[in-house]
């Protein structure tokens, strides 16, 4: 992520129909524009090749499901290729596509915003912003529609029922966000979603689909002021809506004890095992001072001969490689995630006592790292925020990828996380890693998932012993997911 100080200047331009706002951004080439409606949008101008790059995303997908919507967010991600009031079919919508030029396009649902994309010749600007304004503005939820992408999509689940990785991070969720774990599901429900109606699409979209919950994002061969008077001309008449944040969310609450998995999975390697040791990490809004610390400790290990996973390799004889542990941390509004990730050796007996010694070798390294103020030096401390700003360098490299990392920022953070993110990180001390470390793994309880071949559960002597004693679960498809019924 690229991250610098804001310097914002407001231009004022009257219009019949709205007010349009201008922030200057230090970072050359972007421009920051404000619709009276709240549309944002960000222009970033980069005359190198012929292209343009046109992304809209909203604030929504599985951070805006309950218990009886889960699911379709992801089915109306795919009703919105099915057809609006211009471009009334799949087919119409596809040829319209193809008639732009369209050279990479798509959609996506994560588990905190939504985007649809495509890259086309500049020369059809106009054109490609007015086609997604009709997208997103006027769908028509066709009920023939609605039943056949109702099929499509269950399938599209019924897969991930079969899918080892799909199944591993499903049940590491549901037992982390136990209370609210269709937050963290972004694929849903087969039973919703084969039951979904045009009124649950038509719900979802008037409360997520509206311009002040909405970021457009043009990049590549275009000139600002022009791109700002086409968003004017094809959104400015969108209608406005209730922030259906302004109520916050609630918040998920802490594991209260260590949760413990394990899952078979025949198809995985016969000699090595998976695991994760998953703690609850900084929410970005709720906790942000803290998610600068991580990231700076993520850059701190990130090399194989760094002192923290080289003290813990040494110290725990079943990781297979130093290059095959980390520490991962995606940055959420709702559900940050800190996990020891690593493969491990199978070719040993009682693979659960081990595990359990890899664990404390962990907790215990975090101590040392909490407590011990020389732990890193000044030296490694400024090397790991060089490397984090050289990183940043590197999201900017071309439009389209600046476009991924600043509309990810705007649907998880705020634009103001974005553009301040260089110069916090570079004020972190190593008493602010320290207390992140603290507060967040030290004495807290964790998930801990262990992904091995089926074969080891049969062949380690100790193993059914060691899953009553040690308190470790049996994952499979049927017990994975929240929804289905136990």
Excluded at 214 to 234: A, H, I
Excluded at 376 to 385: H, V
Excluded at 436 to 442: A, E, L
Aim: proline residues 4%; negative net charge.
């Amino acid at each position: 992520m690229l991250s610098r100080k804001r310097i914002i200047s407001v231009l004022v331009c009257l219009s019949i129909l709205l007010f349009l706002f201008l922030s200057a951004s230090s970072i050359p080439g972007l421009s920051h524009f404000v619709l009276d409606n709240g549309l944002e949008l960000f222009v970033v101008e980069n005359h190198s090749v012929p292209l343009v790059t046109i992304q809209i995303a909203f604030r929504a997908g599985a951070i805006g499901q309950d218990a009886t919507n889960c699911g379709l967010f992801h089915l109306h991600e795919h009703m919105l290729f099915k057809g609006n009031s211009k471009f009334k079919t799949q087919n119409e919508f596809t040829a319209a596509m193809n008639k732009l030029g369209a050279s990479s396009w798509n959609g996506g649902t994560s588990s905190e915003y939504v985007d649809y994309y495509f890259t086309i010749p500049s020369y059809n600007l106009e054109q490609g912003l007015e086609f997604w304004a009709y997208a997103v503005k006027a769908p028509l939820f066709n009920e023939e529609e609605i039943k056949n992408e109702r099929e499509v999509v269950a399938n599209e689940v019924q897969g991930y029922l079969t899918t080892p990785s799909w199944i591993f991070n499903a049940a590491l969720d549901s037992r982390m966000f136990y209370k609210y774990p269709w937050r963290r599901d972004v694929s849903g429900s087969i039973d919703i979603i084969k039951n979904a109606t045009s009124e649950q699409l038509w719900n979802i979209h008037n409360r997520f689909y509206i311009p002040n919950n909405t970021c457009l994002f043009v990049g590549g061969d275009v000139n600002p002021k022009q791109v700002s008077e086409l968003v004017k001309k094809y959104y400015g008449d969108w209608k406005k809506g209730e922030d259906p944040w302004k109520k916050p969310l609630d918040p998920h609450p802490a594991l209260k004890d260590n949760v413990n998995f394990v899952y078979p999975d025949s198809t995985f390697y016969k000699d090595y095992g998976w695991i994760e040791l998953a703690f609850r990490g900084p929410d970005v809004l709720a906790d942000t001072a803290s998610t600068y610390a991580v990231d700076t400790f993520l850059f701190l290990v990130s090399s194989s001969n760094s002192k923290f996973r080289k003290n813990i390799y040494d110290a725990a004889p079943i990781l297979l490689d130093k290059d095959l542990m980390d520490i991962s941390y995606p940055t959420q509004r709702d559900g940050g995630v800190i996990s020891f990730i690593a493969y491990i050796n199978c070719g040993v007996d009682n693979i659960l006592v081990e595990v359990e010694k890899l664990r404390q070798v962990v907790i215990d390294e975090f101590t040392k790292v909490a407590t011990d103020p020389n732990y890193f030096t000044k030296e490694e401390l400024e090397l790991a925020k060089q490397k984090l700003s050289d990183n940043n360098i590197w999201t900017m490299e071309t439009p389209s990828n600046f476009i991924d990392t600043i509309s990810f920022w705007w649907s998880t953070a705020t634009t103001d996380y974005f553009f301040g993110y260089e110069d916090n990180c570079k004020k972190v001390k190593i008493e602010d890693i320290q207390s992140w470390i603290k507060k967040y793994i030290i004495g807290k309880p964790a998930v801990l998932g262990l992904r091995l071949h089926s074969n080891k559960m049969k062949d380690d002597t100790y193993m059914q012993d060691n899953l009553q004693k040690l308190n470790y679960e049996i994952v499979t498809a049927d017990n994975a997911f929240w929804w289905i019924k136990k």
